[in-house]
T-cell receptor, first 109, second 115 residues
């Protein structure tokens, strides 16, 4: 079993929809939780990171961490075609960054 | 500030050959990490270098090696290439080691195809 599990999708939604992306993990040592976005033919770029359980909001994006359930989420409100990309969750412990498989998101105009 | 640069961007090799990939971190960044990205396994951590020393290593065979120079530039080498080594190899830099949280900035990657 992988340390971090993420549904690879693909996920297709209409413009304006609310998107929910999720990851589960098994390692209680993970302390930092991140979401990266990767456009085609580009390297991943950091969207958001959180340290503790709870919510963190940045514009249309909300990251949620539930350490008791070992579950993290990323919500995208009012999704735009420019949000079409692969979204990767990542978690760090002991100096290593462990990524989920990535979810491919397509937002249709 | 220039971002992380990786060379070459694309590479085609045959089985049994060896390959060297290069990464130049963001100016002032001293930590460089390498990742392998494949459709089946996703993004997997290879190793991290800080101040020319390997600090962490992922679960890859010894055919995968790396080094870092005094100017923080890094190279990774894969010897005796196998078909399964075909992947996007990503380099990421950060100002300091990844002991706690430090944002990693990724380069565009080198696409390696092994025939």
């Amino acid at each position: 079993q992988k340390e971090v599990e993420q549904d690879p999708g693909p996920l297709s939604v209409p413009e304006g929809a609310i998107v929910s992306l999720n990851c589960t993990y098994s390692n209680s040592a993970f302390q930092y939780f991140m979401w990266y976005r990767q456009y085609s033919r580009k390297g991943p770029e950091l969207l958001m990171y959180t340290y503790s359980s709870g919510n963190k909001e940045d514009g249309r994006f909300t990251a949620q961490v539930d350490k008791s359930s070992k579950y993290i989420s990323l919500f995208i409100r009012d999704s735009q075609p420019s949000d079409s990309a692969t979204y990767l969750c990542a978690m760090s412990a002991r100096g290593k960054l462990i990524f989920g498989q990535g979810t491919e998101l397509s937002v249709k105009p | 500030k220039a971002g992380v640069t990786q060379t070459p961007r694309y590479l085609i090799k045959t089985r049994g050959q060896q390959v060297t990939l290069s990464c130049s971190p963001i100016s002032g960044h001293r930590s460089v990490s390498w990742y392998q990205q494949t459709p089946g396994q996703g993004l997997q951590f290879l190793f991290e270098y800080f101040s020319e020393t390997q600090r962490n290593k992922g679960n890859f065979p010894g055919r995968f090696s790396g080094r870092q120079f005094s100017n923080s530039r890094s190279e990774m080498n894969v010897s005796t290439l196998e078909l399964g080594d075909s992947a996007l190899y990503l380099c990421a830099s950060s100002p300091s080691p990844s002991g706690g949280y430090n944002e990693q900035f990724f380069g565009p990657g080198t696409r390696l195809t092994v025939l």
